[in-house]
């Protein structure tokens, strides 16, 4: 069992900046693969972000036009997800999800269903 805990959501205006952070605790807690996805009112939820178990492979929407990034700090057992220019259509609940790693093809990384464990959520609201 894992447990995920995201903090630092917010308000911030349009091209601000927040770090997300999602702490995973738990067995061999540290030997998952990490992903954020969001979801607006609404809509499904969507794929934004994830990083393999060593830290070493990243993965990122290709709507996201290069505006975030995700590192992993391994001590910590905790996953950043860096915000930057933040728009309008990124406000929705951000959800830190896991997987035990097993070195899988890119697209696994991004597929909602391969995530066994999630967190509560933490709200972005971006404002115009």
């Known amino acids: 069992q894992v447990h995920l805990a995201e903090s630092g959501g917010g308000l911030v205006q349009a091209g601000g900046s927040l770090r997300l952070a999602c702490a995973a605790s738990?067995?061999?807690?540290?030997?998952?693969?990490m992903g954020w996805f969001r979801q607006a009112p609404g809509t499904e939820r969507e794929f934004v972000a994830a990083?393999?178990?060593?830290?070493?492979?990243?993965f990122f929407s290709d709507l996201l036009e290069g505006r975030f990034t995700i590192s992993r700090d391994a001590a910590e057992n905790t996953v950043y997800l860096q915000m930057n220019g933040l728009k309008p259509e990124d406000t929705a609940v951000y959800y830190c999800?896991?997987?035990?790693?097993?070195?899988?093809?890119?697209?696994?990384?991004?597929?909602?269903?391969?995530?066994?464990?999630w967190g509560q959520g933490t709200q972005v609201t971006v404002s115009s």
């Open positions: 738990g067995r061999a807690a540290d030997t998952y693969a």
């Open positions: 990083i393999n178990w060593l830290g070493m492979r990243t």
């Open positions: 999800g896991s997987f035990r790693d097993l070195n899988f093809s890119d697209g696994y990384y991004k597929n909602l269903q391969s995530y066994d464990y």
